[in-house]
């Protein structure tokens, strides 16, 4: 049985198509590898640092750990919104570039409560690309002139998955993900009118395909053996993100005064590190959840065409979170139902320049308000520290956003006879 759903498809036909808004521009370390990778998906998990991997799952539907989704109860649709604003600052200059689009959508059905089996799928982001770098030669070795540097593109994936609950309470789940994507970079030379070199533009487009899967398990509530009282719900999580080698098909053109040159078209094969993920969550007086993550992911083994990055190095991640809801809160008050979370997380990114590695810290905080018995709109809003302006490199301040509208339904119900 399905109540009140077409509206809400029309809200979520309405957000998925909704164009990207953004000024050119943005990270410069993304033009390595294949960019920045969302490691968080919903407006929940950003207001608690960009974690869960052991949190089960009720109120939105996070891929970071399949086995969150068997205590699922209704008929899910999860959809959202992202905002990213960063400012960029050489020590001299500084621009603001702003980008806004779709985050991600998914749907999941429980099947069977008590055997914790349900099935979800979606559609989300993998990673991203977008910069754009200007420079003005006066180097002897090169002609005088403009030299412009510019990426954009991004790899997604659709996925499916089920979980089941296993003997002693522990629940495992697991994907089935297809990657695909495309990634632009371009280089373009300009020089004035009567100089003798002619303008020239390189343009490399890389398209990206292959599967992957995410297997996932989440303990049961430790806390049952322990003398802590107000300790509950203590759950231990773990993850592990596998990519097969994504076949790449790459192609270079040249446009100069004699046209335009389809010069190189070959297939590749790009092969991305495994991710791992650990997290721990308990309760503390029924009103407070806490939880801690650890992320690793070895970008030092990532390789284009069998060739590695000395720019790239092994990423880890550190997140503490916690959220706040009144367990004596009563339906018929919307405020009592507002949920809050906070956050702090410090990155070890991927990317290393210049002899130096590249390191974030930030802070969350976020809410969820009810709009309905079984929907909510969860905020989410990050700021954070990337980079330095030593070695010449560019220190990034940044401010990010989400909202995730998750709507609940009883699908199916069986009839009574």
Do not use: C
């Amino acid at each position: 049985m399905m109540n009140k759903i077409t509206y809400k498809l029309l809200i979520i036909f309405w957000l998925t198509f909704l164009p990207n808004i953004f000024a050119s521009g943005g990270s410069i370390y993304t033009r390595y590898g294949v960019g920045n990778i969302f490691y968080s998906y919903s407006a929940r998990r950003m207001g608690l640092g960009s974690i869960g991997t052991s949190l089960l799952g009720t109120g939105d539907l996070s891929p970071v750990n399949p086995a969150s989704w068997s205590n699922l109860k209704v008929t899910r649709l999860s959809i959202g919104v992202g905002y990213n604003g960063i400012n960029l600052n050489d020590g001299k200059t500084s621009a603001f570039y702003s980008t806004t689009d779709f985050s991600g959508f998914s749907i999941g059905f429980p099947v069977d409560k008590d055997l914790g089996i349900s099935f979800v799928m979606g559609l989300l982001p993998f990673s991203t690309v977008e910069y754009e770098v200007d420079v003005n030669s006066t180097d002897n070795n090169l002609p005088a002139g403009k030299y412009t540097y510019n990426g954009n593109g991004s790899i997604n994936k659709v996925y499916l998955g089920a979980s089941y609950k296993l003997p002693l309470n522990f629940q495992f789940g697991a994907t089935f993900e297809y990657y695909t994507g495309d990634i632009k970079y371009s280089s373009t030379a300009s020089f004035k009118e009567f100089s003798p070199f002619a303008n020239a533009k390189y343009i490399e487009n890389l398209q990206y395909r292959g599967f992957g899967t995410t297997l996932g398990l989440i303990s049961g509530n430790i806390s049952k053996g322990l003398s802590i009282k107000k300790i509950t719900n203590l759950r231990l999580g773990i993850s592990l993100n596998l990519i097969s080698s994504l076949r790449t098909d790459s192609s270079l053109i040249t446009i100069n005064k004699l046209g335009q040159l389809n010069s190189l078209s070959t297939l590749l094969n790009t092969n991305i590190p495994y991710k791992l993920s650990f997290g721990a969550s308990f309760n503390w007086d029924t009103d407070y959840l806490f939880l801690m993550d650890y992320i690793y992911q070895p970008w030092s083994k990532y390789d284009f065409n069998g060739i590695s990055s000395n720019n790239l190095r092994n990423l880890s991640v550190v997140s503490f979170g916690f959220e706040y809801k009144n367990s004596e809160a009563r339906y018929t008050n919307f405020w009592e139902q507002i949920k809050y979370r906070g956050g702090l997380s410090f990155k070890q990114t991927q990317y290393y320049i210049n002899g130096k590695g590249i390191d974030e810290y930030s802070v969350h905080a976020g809410i969820t308000a009810p709009l309905g018995p079984r929907s909510n709109i969860d905020v989410g809003l990050a700021y954070g520290i990337k980079g330095t302006n030593d070695l010449n490199l560019i220190k990034e301040n940044f401010v990010k956003a989400n909202i995730s509208l998750n709507f609940g339904e009883l699908w199916f119900i069986r009839q009574e006879r």
